[in-house]
């Protein structure tokens, strides 16, 4: 079976600030792989390059031993690898519902978005009980469980988080650490960005 993602060799810059030099990185079916990293260590960039929003300079990226490195950022999508970008990025004046109706936009059969759905408010009742309430008047912490949540409606089989714990209590960082692992466990092979190592 073919590895879920591999990385060779990745080099990417923004004009002359070289954010990788030489990224080899290796994520397997089933695993969670945590990319522990500084401030401006390349960990950003690392997921917005596999997500194509990103352009390399050279090296080479795969997805279930398919090459990825020129492909477009909504491929990636239907290809089921999914990121949940850095501060959640959710639609702050739309209702969680519609967020996670969102997250469904490259799936075609809306009974499956509702079926996603459901299964999300299953796994994350905070959020049913807040499904008519603004994206933007969650705490920070539903806001991040929102953001996994709208991942998961896209059918993810590779869900990349960066710095998910970010700004975070303890205890809502053990919480959203729990649904990353309930996520991985449902099937999906998890990349974690984290400055927490602990928490990684
Ligand atoms: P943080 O933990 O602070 O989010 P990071 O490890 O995610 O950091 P990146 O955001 O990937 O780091 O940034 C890597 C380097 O690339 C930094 O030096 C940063 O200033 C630079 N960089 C990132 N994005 C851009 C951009 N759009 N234009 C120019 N330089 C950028």
Do not use: C
């Not at 695993?31 to 050279?58: C, D, P, Y």
């Not at 905070?126 to 998961?152: C, N, P, V, W, Y």
């Amino acid at each position: 079976m073919p590895n879920v993602l591999e990385i060779k060799d990745l080099h990417v810059a923004y004009g002359k600030v070289q954010a990788l030099s030489g990224l080899n990185l290796t994520v397997g079916d089933g695993e969670i792989v945590s990319l522990l990293g500084n401030n401006g260590a390349g960990k950003s960039t690392t997921v917005s390059t596999i997500s194509g929003v990103v352009r390399s300079q050279a090296g080479s990226i795969s997805a279930f031993g398919q090459d990825i490195t020129r492909a477009t950022p909504w491929s990636i999508v239907e290809s089921g690898v999914i990121q949940v970008p850095e501060g959640r990025r959710i639609f702050s004046r739309l209702t969680v519902h519609e967020n996670l109706q969102l997250g469904g936009y490259s799936v075609k059969d809306t009974a499956l978005i509702d079926q996603r759905i459901a299964e999300v408010y299953d796994l994350l009742p905070r959020l049913k009980d807040r499904m008519r309430q603004q994206g933007g008047t969650l705490s920070g912490g539903e806001q991040q469980m929102l953001a996994i949540g709208r991942a998961m409606i896209a059918g993810p089989k590779l869900i990349m988080l960066d710095e998910p714990s970010m700004g975070l209590a303890p205890l809502m960082v053990a919480q959203v650490m729990e649904v990353i692992t309930s996520v991985n466990q449902a099937g999906a092979s998890v990349l974690l960005i984290e400055q927490n190592a602990r928490a990684a």
